[in-house]
C-alpha cells in the first residue's frame, strides 16, 4: 500500500516543474541495484513498466504513530503490496495492476550474485521472494511470472505515505458499508470520509474489515489511489512548482528507487502528463483460478487464471488499455456509478409515493427495476406526505438498505425492527433521479478493469 503514493509522484509530475526542482528531489532518493546481473528477461514491449512495492519497514515511524495507528509488531522484511504500473508510450494513460501478495509462484534455479551459492527451482508466496532475495529477487520473479519487462523498481514505506497524504491535505474516500478492523485500528462509518494520514494507512492496510482479506484490501488500495490522483489534479498541486517540491519531498524522503530512475525520467513524465486525472488511470487486479491453493511446506496460496492472466499481461506489453471510451455525451455527464456489496437483485423493495405527484411510485419502481433492484412492480401510495424520502429496513438487512441509499442520494434510513426482508422506499416531491449502482462481490478479485473516475466519490 505505500506503493500508492510513489505513483502519485508519477503522477503529480504533470505541471512542467523546472529541472532544478526535480534534480534536487532526485538527489534524495536512495538507490538499489535491482536489475543487476539479471539475464534472459523478457522482450521489452511499449510504454513503461514500473514495478511499486510497499515493504514492512516501519524504521521512521515515531512511537506515538505505532501507537495511534497500531504499527507495533516486528517486520517480516517481506513485501506488504505489490503493484505493476504501465504508463503508457505516449503518456496518456496508467495501468495499474495489482498482484496479491500470496500468489503462488515458482522461482526459477538461480546463483546468488554475491556469495555465489546455487538455489535450486522451489515455490513460494510471491511477496517471500523480497525476504529471500530483495529486490532483484522479487523482479525476478515478477518477470517470471508475467514475462513483462520492468524497467524501473520503486519501493516505499508508511512514513512517505502518510506525509504525502498530509501534505495534500487528506483525501477523501467513501464506503456504502462501516469499516471496523481491530488490528489496523480503522473505524469508519458508512459515507464519505476525508482521511489524513495516519487514519488513510489504516484504510489502505486493513485486511479484517470482512472475510475478503488481501482482494478486499487490494480494491480500497486502488479506490484510494484513484482519489489520490483526483485530490492532486483538482487541489492545485500540479500547477504549483512549490507545492509539487513539498509533496514530491514528503513522498521520496523514504522511497529507494533503481539506479536508472532519475532527473531526466521524472521531467519527461512530467512534460508528457500534463492532462492527467482519474479518467487516465485504469485499475484491475490479475486475474485468480483457485482460492486456497495449498503448497506443501507453504500452506494456502492464490493461484492464478493463468489463461486470463496471459491475456491481462500480453495487453500490457502491447500497450493496450484495458478499459473501453465511454460512449460521448451531450450535456451534462451522467452520475458515476457506485459500487454497492450487495446484490440489487437480491434486494426486494415496496415503492410507496409519499409526494402529491401522480405516478411518481410508478416512475421511480421502474428507475429502481432498471438499475437491478428486485422492485415488487406494484407501487402504491404512502398514508400521508413526506418532506424527504425514507428508507424502511430491518436492521437485519442494513447492508441492502445502505445499497438502496447509494441509489437514493439523499434518502432518510430508518431502522424498523421485524420489518423483514422488505425494505419500503417512500418517495417525496424532492426526488430527482435514481443513480445506477453496481455489484461487486468483496471476497472475490474484481472481474473486469476499472476506470479511475468510476472508483472515486460520486461528485468528485
Known amino acids: 500500500m505505500r506503493a500508492l503514493c510513489t505513483l502519485s509522484v508519477v503522477v503529480l509530475a504533470s505541471a512542467g516543474i523546472g529541472h532544478a526542482v526535480i534534480s534536487s528531489l532526485d538527489a534524495g532518493i536512495a538507490r538499489v541495484d535491482a536489475f543487476k546481473d539479471m539475464k534472459n528477461r523478457p522482450r521489452a514491449g511499449h510504454g513503461m513498466n514500473v514495478l511499486l512495492v510497499g515493504t514492512d519497514g516501519r524504521d521512521k515511524i515515531t512511537e506515538r504513530e505505532r501507537r495511534a495507528f497500531r504499527l507495533g509488531g516486528a517486520p517480516c522484511h517481506c513485501t506488504d503490496t505489490m503493484m505493476i504500473v504501465h504508463i503508457s508510450e505516449n503518456r496518456d494513460r496508467a495501468t495499474v495492476v495489482s498482484l496479491p501478495r500470496d500468489s503462488y509462484a515458482e522461482l526459477p534455479a538461480r546463483t546468488d550474485p554475491g556469495t555465489g551459492q546455487q538455489h535450486p527451482a522451489h515455490p513460494i508466496r510471491l511477496n517471500a521472494a523480497y525476504s529471500e532475495g530483495g529486490p532483484q529477487l522479487t523482479v525476478r520473479a515478477v518477470e517470471n511470472m508475467t514475462h513483462v519487462k520492468i524497467d524501473h523498481y520503486l519501493e516505499v514505506d508508511f512514513t512517505s505515505f502518510m506525509k504525502t497524504v498530509d501534505v495534500l ?146 495487453s500490457l506489453r502491447d500497450d493496450k488499455p484495458l478499459t473501453t471510451d465511454p460512449p460521448r455525451h451531450d450535456g451534462p455527464a451522467p452520475a458515476p456509478v457506485t459500487s454497492v456489496d450487495v446484490d440489487p437483485r437480491q434486494i426486494r423493495v415496496q415503492v410507496a409515493n409519499g409526494s402529491a405527484t401522480l405516478g411518481l411510485a410508478k416512475r421511480v419502481d421502474a428507475a429502481l427495476a432498471a438499475t437491478g433492484f428486485a422492485t415488487t412492480r406494484q407501487p402504491v401510495t404512502a398514508p400521508a406526505h413526506v418532506p424527504h424520502s425514507v428508507i424502511s429496513y430491518d436492521p437485519h438487512w442494513d447492508r441492502s438498505a445502505r445499497a438502496l441509499a447509494a441509489a437514493m442520494p439523499g434518502a432518510e434510513l430508518r431502522a424498523v425492527p421485524g420489518q423483514g426482508p422488505l425494505l419500503r422506499l417512500t418517495v417525496a416531491a424532492d426526488f430527482k433521479d435514481v443513480h445506477k449502482v453496481r455489484f461487486e462481490d468483496p471476497g472475490q478479485p474484481a472481474p473486469r478493469a476499472v476506470r479511475g473516475s468510476d472508483v472515486v466519490c460520486p461528485g468528485s
Open 169 to 314: 491535505g487528506g483525501v477523501k474516500i467513501c464506503t456504502p458499508a462501516p469499516l471496523k478492523d481491530t488490528y489496523s485500528g480503522l473505524d469508519l462509518a458508512a459515507g464519505t470520509h476525508t482521511l489524513k494520514g495516519g487514519q488513510a494507512l489504516q484504510y489502505v492496510r486493513a485486511r479484517h474489515v470482512d472475510g475478503t482479506s488481501d482482494l478486499g484490501r487490494m480494491r480500497r488500495q486502488q479506490r484510494f489511489l484513484a482519489s489520490l490522483i483526483e485530490k492532486a489534479a483538482s487541489s492545485g498541486v500540479l500547477l504549483n512548482p512549490m507545492r509539487f517540491r513539498d509533496v514530491a519531498r514528503a513522498v521520496l524522503g523514504s522511497v529507494r528507487a533503481d539506479e536508472t530512475f532519475g532527473t531526466d525520467e521524472l521531467l519527461d513524465l512530467a512534460r508528457a502528463m500534463r492532462d492527467f486525472s482519474p479518467s487516465s488511470s485504469e485499475f484491475v487486479t490479475v486475474p485468480i483460478g483457485q482460492m486456497n491453493y495449498e503448497v506443501r511446506g507453504i500452506g494456502s496460496t492464490l493461484k492464478w487464471d493463468q489463461a486470463k492472466a496471459d491475456q491481462l499481461f500480453t
